[in-house]
């Protein structure tokens, strides 16, 4: 017996000396030091009582710690299930109660209101501080630095990420332990990632980019990261000459290229640039190669599926497409309405079939159903088309979703919030261009008859109920919403209306 996807992303680096993590103060994590406190902080669980299956929800700052939790999780059969530290007590308190957590690790500034959730859920409580600091890691420290990897097939669950839905409800996506060790296997090849690679990792590790793209890879192909907190202008430059690679969203990208000290010597010693989670414009993909030489490789995934597609390494990268399904993906553009395949350069939906796509919907059949088609196909809701060189573009979609400097926010989720408040009589939450973040949220209300909702109250609300990247950046009121015959609002007319409101 064995664990497939500890095996293949930790296991296999047993006893090596050699570095993973760089952090910013000079310090470098080995393997072997990373294995030796995941094990660790495996006996901890173990010796709480969690049970391979269990799910273990997680919102820390990202720090090595974190990462060594993720493979605890994986070396002790459990279920990893990141989030968003941006998310408020309202959501972290469904995402727990979802998904059964029987443990909550959480930064030590949230305990006391974390506490109070896990105690009515019946989850126990863990602390965890980027400085290294909170009760895990105090028990950890004192924990044998081995542990007897626990028996999982391929099949088994590895991870739950929630992602929101159109109908404002969240979904734990279910990852399989193949899920991840596959695409992360395919991705090295494909991107020629060796262990002498160092890549550059500012990206959030509670989402697929971050964790299962960015890290996935590093470890399968025995590399190593300059591990930094968060995107900083300032870090990035200074340490891309060590680097080379570096993963983003194109916000990562756009940022760079409004700094005059990115330019070609810098990036002299980089062989490759990975964009996703957006879409990248074409003409970032211009000035980017005007500015450094290098070509970016743009590539298509999401939550459910991993990574489904990418620009070929070898051949042309071309801008505003998002490349080939990836060795093992099947990938079809259908008509949205009876399902059938259609031919290239027509344009309909996105589904997609193989070993990197996810299991379901945690408890939720259903929405599983409606997705995830018997044959293995997931409707992915964007929409695109395949050009006669084979080339996959992505041109809009057919869910209602807003991405915000690379993340997804589902308008539904604030619309609830919204037609909730006082004076309202029903909103509309739209995407309209932004030049940091490619999309922001705009707010359109109607007011009740005679009625003068406050909008700052209603943003109080807002704040107190949703993350911070997914609070409107202005609320506007209107008459009423523009409407179809049918009496569906017609939101693409309210991005016409707006869409040179956050324009530069
Ligand atoms: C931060 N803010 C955002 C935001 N990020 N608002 C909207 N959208 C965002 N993405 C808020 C901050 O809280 C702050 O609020 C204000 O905006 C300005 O913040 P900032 O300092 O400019 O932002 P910064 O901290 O630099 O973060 C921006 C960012 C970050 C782009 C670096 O958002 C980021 O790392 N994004 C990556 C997301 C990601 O990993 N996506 C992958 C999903 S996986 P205030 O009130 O303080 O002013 C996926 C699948 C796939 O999609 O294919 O990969
Ligand atoms: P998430 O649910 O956060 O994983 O986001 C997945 C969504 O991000 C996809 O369904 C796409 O709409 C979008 N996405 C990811 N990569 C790209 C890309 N390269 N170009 C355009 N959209 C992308």
Redesign the pocket.
């Known amino acids: 017996m064995a664990n497939p996807l500890y095996d293949g992303l930790f296991g296999i680096h047993a006893g090596k000396t050699t570095p993973f993590l760089r952090l910013l103060d000079g310090q470098v994590i080995t393997h072997q030091d990373f294995l030796a406190t995941s094990a660790q902080i495996a006996n901890v669980t173990a010796q709480i009582g969690l049970k391979p299956g269990d799910r273990v929800a997680v919102q820390v700052e990202k720090s090595p710690d974190a990462l060594a939790l993720y493979a605890a999780c994986a070396q002790a059969g459990l279920v990893f299930l990141p989030l968003n530290t941006a998310y408020t007590v309202d959501e972290l308190s469904y995402f727990i109660e979802n998904s059964g957590a029987s443990l909550i690790v959480c930064d030590s500034k949230s305990e006391a209101q974390l506490g109070k959730v896990a105690k009515s859920l019946g989850a126990q409580v863990e602390t965890m501080d980027a400085d290294g600091r909170g009760t895990l890691m105090a028990q950890a420290r004192v924990m044998p630095e081995s542990f007897t990897t626990v028996d999982r097939q391929s099949d088994d669950l590895a991870a739950f990420l929630y992602?929101s839905g159109t109908t404002g409800r969240s979904k734990g996506a279910m990852l399989t332990q193949d899920n991840l060790l596959s695409n992360a296997q395919t991705l090295v090849t494909e991107w020629r990632f060796t262990s002498d690679d160092v890549l550059l990792h500012a990206l959030p590790i509670f989402?697929?980019h971050g964790l299962f793209v960015a890290t996935n890879v590093t470890l399968a192909a025995g590399s190593s990261m300059i591990f930094m907190p968060k995107f900083d202008l300032d870090q990035i430059v200074d340490r891309m000459p060590e680097a080379t690679t570096m993963m983003g969203v194109p916000t990562f990208y756009t940022r760079l290229l409004g700094d005059a000290r990115f330019n070609r010597d810098l990036a002299a010693h980089m062989r490759l640039f990975v964009?996703?989670?957006?879409?990248?414009l074409a003409e970032t993909h211009s000035q980017f190669e005007e500015r450094t030489g290098h070509r970016i490789l743009?590539?298509?995934?999401?939550?459910e599926t991993n990574m489904n597609t990418s620009n070929p390494f070898d051949g042309e990268r071309r801008a505003g497409t998002?490349g080939f399904p990836l060795p093992g993906v099947e990938l079809k553009i259908t008509n949205p309405d009876t399902g059938e395949t259609l031919p290239d350069g027509d344009v309909g939906q996105i589904e997609v079939r193989g070993p990197n796509v996810f299991k379901g919907y945690w408890q939720m059949p259903e929405k599983t159903a409606a997705e995830l088609r018997e044959d293995g196909f997931f409707i992915?809701?964007?929409l695109g088309k395949i050009d006669e060189d084979g080339y996959v573009h992505?041109v809009g979609?057919n869910k209602d979703?807003i991405?915000s400097g690379g993340y997804?926010i589902y308008p539904k989720e604030i619309e609830l919030v919204l037609d909730d408040q006082p004076g309202v009589l029903e909103s509309a939450v739209i995407g309209v261009p932004h030049p940091d973040f490619g999309e922001t949220v705009l707010g359109v209300i109607v007011a009740e008859n005679g009625a003068s909702p406050d909008t700052e109250a209603m943003m109080d609300v807002v704040r107190q109920s949703l993350a911070r990247f997914k609070h409107p950046r202005k609320l506007v009121i209107l008459d009423e919403l523009p409407r179809n015959t049918m009496g569906k609002v017609q939101k693409n007319i309210l991005r016409e209306q707006y869409k040179a409101m956050f324009a530069s």
Do not use: K
Not at 275 to 280: D, E, Q, R, V
Not at 298 to 303: A, D
């Open positions: 992602t989402h697929t964009s996703g989670s957006a879409p990248l743009e590539r298509y995934g999401m939550t998002v992915t809701g964007d992505i979609r979703l991405i997804n």
